[in-house]
């Protein structure tokens, strides 16, 4: 990860992609999703990179092209270090580091996993999200995807949970189910919640209180694991996270990139905590550094580009319920 010896030309656009129907959370619903396409070029090879902008948190697709076009007047050659020493972590830097990644992919005539030294990618089981709504609406969708899904991520709100997590159950009664509470549990028992929900088979619950609010969950006895997602943006909040967890879900684009997501993974194991890799709404071009990461995980939630209403061509291929590279890209 030296500095090219070589100035490097970057450029960053921002593309609008339409959702299948609608994506709805505890936060709101999303027709379509907004992102960032960076390319790095040596005048040989060149690497793309694409990240999703962390509405949540205030970024946009615009502010993002513009953080890229700032650093790029300020920085000629530049490496992951640089990225992570003079960048905020974010959907900017994320894109940038997974182009700069491809780069140097694209100069070593190496595959990712053996650029970055993550194991050689295998097929993955991925979940499949299940948006937030009434309880009947739910069952019937999850009952369509258990066809081809053998995993189900509900989305929940801290009320009529039990209801949506018992639908979706009949709906889909063989499925592993995953919860995801979108910190919108802060007033209720999270110990009974977790048990009522644990006669349905649910293996994970993410971030069940708000960002912030974490030593709620002291104490908390809960027979599902808990994990930490909009709580956890980078390696420094693991030491922080760990008395609170038992697993964290990684994303690129809150993390700042691979690189920053890599040293999650390393800290989060070294403190006995299992790992997640999700993402974004987002096209596959994004999903494939995730999906390098992924290979360490417990839980992979990767399907971003399945809610869209068209995907990018050659990046990945999901089949029944897993995910693989495509063909070019193996």
Same mark, same amino acid.
């Given at each position: ?59 946009? =697709? ?5 953080? $890229? ?36 992919? /694209? ?6 996993? #053996? ?18 709504? %009434? ?48 910190? @919108? ?13 644990? /006669? ?9 209180? @708000?960002? &912030? ?56 194991? #070294? ?15 994004? $999903? ?8 360490? =995980?417990?839980?992979? %939630?990767?399907? &971003? ?26």
């Amino acid at each position: 990860m030296s500095p090219s010896a070589s100035p490097l030309t970057i450029s960053a656009t921002a593309e609008r992609w339409p959702v299948n129907g609608s994506f709805i959370i505890s936060r709101g619903a999303k027709s379509h999703v907004d992102v960032i396409v960076c390319r790095i070029s040596d005048g040989t090879h060149e690497g793309i990179g694409e990240a999703t902008p962390i509405y949540y948190e205030g970024e946009t =697709a615009e502010n993002c092209v513009t953080a $890229i076009e700032a650093f790029a007047r300020a920085h000629e050659t530049f490496n992951q270090q640089t990225l992570l020493d003079h960048m905020s972590r974010g959907a900017a830097r994320n894109a940038l580091d997974c182009a700069l990644w491809e780069l140097d992919c /694209q100069q070593s005539g190496r595959p990712l996993w #053996q650029q970055t030294g993550l194991s050689e990618p295998r097929p993955l089981t991925s979940a499949f999200t299940i948006s937030l709504s %009434d309880p009947a609406k739910m069952e019937t969708d999850a009952r369509a995807a258990a066809d081809t899904h053998s995993m189900l991520k509900l989305k929940l709100s801290g009320s009529d949970d039990h209801a949506r997590v018992a639908a979706v159950h009949r709906g889909a009664p063989d499925a592993r189910l995953i919860v995801d509470a979108n910190e @919108s549990w802060n007033n209720l028992d999270i110990a009974e919640e977790a048990a009522t929900l644990s /006669q349905w088979g649910v293996e994970l619950i993410e971030q069940p209180v @708000s960002a &912030g609010r974490d030593e709620l969950l002291a104490d908390v006895g809960s027979p599902i694991p808990l994990c930490a997602d909009e709580s956890c943006h980078t390696s420094a909040d693991i030491a922080r996270l760990a008395p609170y967890y038992q697993a964290v879900n990684i994303k690129l684009d809150k993390a700042g990139g691979l690189t920053e997501s890599i040293k999650i993974a390393d800290a989060a194991e #070294q403190a006995g905590l299992k790992l997640m890799v999700g993402c974004m709404l987002s096209t596959s071009l994004a $999903i494939r550094p995730a999906f390098a990461l992924a290979q360490r =995980a417990q839980w992979v %939630d990767l399907d &971003g580009p399945l809610l869209l209403a068209k995907d990018r061509q050659d990046s990945m291929h999901f089949a029944n319920g897993q995910i693989m590279l495509s063909g070019e890209n193996r």
